[in-house]
């Protein structure tokens, strides 16, 4: 049974159906993703399902539109009354060919203009190795005005950094619009794992991104096991939960040596990087590997932590507190730091509902979107621990949150550390519950908050082999803000603006 209340409408309702559900924008929609079910002889079509959190009674609600066997792939657009459908949709069109009429930007989002007309990659019968060569027409989206001028950037940056091409439409120094073209390296793994067990499949959704290792894993887990019905042992789920939040602090950590890199305030950058390094040989000390792969498994965690380990985990986090303080007072005493930093970049608590944005993006404007409190997973409904939020959405309130929600995921490590010295369980078989894929079959949903926010996956298992799996990382519903917060500022704040967020492209690469 899906752990979800799922409504299954014609197309023409899908719309209607969704802005009830959204409850005003009360209900944030959490993602947006197509399927082919041309296989499956009660549908014979394809679908699109679109997922709202309801924070209100803590579950989801999702509302599915079946495009039976010869109906027309269309129907009207969801984002002119759901603003954060915007890309979903446009990924849907792209991957699928289900047009959503209507939307204000239809522009293709993930297959750029090498891949052809006609060319839809998640329908089944594509091939996964499929060469396809061709041309698309891509147009960026730029204003137009007397004085007003391009400047493009990208998609080969400076230094070790992702693809993105970014084009500024300025008048003097100020950015009056900013047109963001990402998916420059999409790798296909949602196809790739089509076929595959939940075990087959693990190894990819650790490596979607290098960052968000255990919030993915965490994220996919879950969606099999309640599939198949399994309850984690308690040990498990708390040896879980302690690798999550010792995966916050790292990508924090780093993300307060990288936002001042955005203004070259060089002793806070090499404060911030030597305390990361310290967190990555700790996490190498836990997993074997500095990214934490291959603990979670379905079922449970392959591994115990030991009482050397914490010890070792407990020395790392002092030294860490002790880092993040410096840090903290580095940026309050540098008075050109805090001009660059506040009153810059600035989304307001409207535009990150609208959005649906998460994590520090969300809660940084005021908008209190924590997975961990919305949902009840892991250990977390047993742990103390705030929700921090900010009011003013600039670069200073994300940076600021960063320093509060490492303080309270210190102390997070500190009650997970005594739980474990407390539990006994510590026997290898009380780590992991042993699953036979091979008559599991169903779909369901797993939420888990990364770093950058809650990471969702959607899994449809037959016979215990994937029939369809979606990924929407925390950076996909906010990058558009992005586009945003640079509104008005003067281009050389861009850099600043972007680190602030810390969004990932390999995350939406998928």
């Known amino acids: 049974m899906a752990d979800w209340s799922l409504k299954v409408v014609k197309p023409e309702n899908f719309r209607g159906t969704a802005n009830i559900l959204s409850n005003g924008g009360k209900n944030p929609l959490t993602a947006m993703f197509g399927r082919d079910e041309t296989e499956n002889p009660e549908v014979k079509g394809y679908a699109i399902y679109a997922v709202f959190e309801n924070l209100s009674e803590h579950k989801m609600e999702a509302v599915k539109a079946v495009f039976g066997e010869g109906e027309s792939l269309c129907y009207e657009s969801l984002t002119s009354v759901i603003p954060a459908a915007v890309w979903y949709e446009r990924e849907i069109q792209d991957m699928f060919g289900i047009v959503p009429q209507n939307h204000p930007d239809p522009r293709p989002l993930v297959l750029h ?82 076929g595959k067990t939940p075990e087959e499949a693990l190894p990819i959704v650790e490596r979607i991104c290098g960052a968000c290792t255990i919030a ?91 009482s050397a380990l914490l010890n070792d985990i407990a020395d790392i986090m002092d030294k860490t507190k002790a880092n993040v303080s410096d840090l903290s007072e580095m940026f309050a005493q540098q008075a050109n730091f805090q001009n660059r930093v506040r009153t810059t970049g600035v989304v307001r608590k409207n535009t990150a509902v609208d959005l649906a944005m998460v994590g520090v993006g969300a809660r940084a404007s005021g908008f209190a979107h924590d997975s961990r409190k919305d949902f009840a997973y892991g250990l977390y409904p047993e742990l103390d621990f705030k929700l921090v939020t900010e009011k003013t959405g600039d670069v200073a309130a994300r940076l600021a949150l960063r320093i509060a929600e490492l303080k309270e995921s210190f102390a997070l490590v500190q009650q997970l550390c005594n739980l474990l010295k407390a539990d006994k369980s510590n026997d290898p078989s009380n780590l992991t519950v042993q699953i036979d894929w091979s008559t599991v079959s169903g779909e369901d949903w797993g939420l888990s908050e990364s770093a950058r926010g809650s990471n969702f996956q959607f899994v449809a298992l037959q016979d215990g082999k994937i029939d369809r799996i979606f990924v929407r990382s925390a950076s996909y519903p906010n990058w558009p803000a992005v586009t945003i917060a640079v509104q008005g500022d003067i281009i050389p704040d861009f850099p600043l603006i972007n680190k602030s967020f810390e969004l990932c492209y390999a995350c939406i690469d998928r």
């Open 113 to 194: 203009d090498t891949f052809p007309e006609g060319f839809y990659p998640l329908r089944k019968t594509v091939a996964k190795d499929a060469d396809v060569h061709g041309s698309r027409r891509m147009d960026m989206s730029v204003a137009k005005g007397e004085g007003v001028y391009e400047v493009p950037v990208g998609p080969i940056h400076a230094g070790i950094i992702e693809p993105g091409h970014f084009r500024f439409s300025q008048a003097g120094e100020s950015m009056l619009q900013l047109d963001a073209r990402l998916f420059y390296t999409h790798r296909g793994l949602e196809k790739i794992m089509e």
């Open 216 to 306: 993915n894993t965490w994220s996919f887990c879950q969606a099999v096991e309640k599939i198949a019905g399994v309850k984690v042992p308690r040990r498990a789920e708390i040896i879980r939960t302690l690798l999550m939040e010792i995966e916050r602090i790292t990508n924090h950590v780093g993300d307060l040596g990288n936002i001042p890199a955005g203004v070259g305030f060089n002793p806070a950058i090499s404060l911030g990087g030597r305390t990361k390094e310290m967190l990555m040989r700790l996490q190498e000390r836990i997993a074997g590997n500095r990214f934490l792969r291959g603990v979670i498994v379905p079922g449970g965690v392959r591994q115990d932590i030991d």
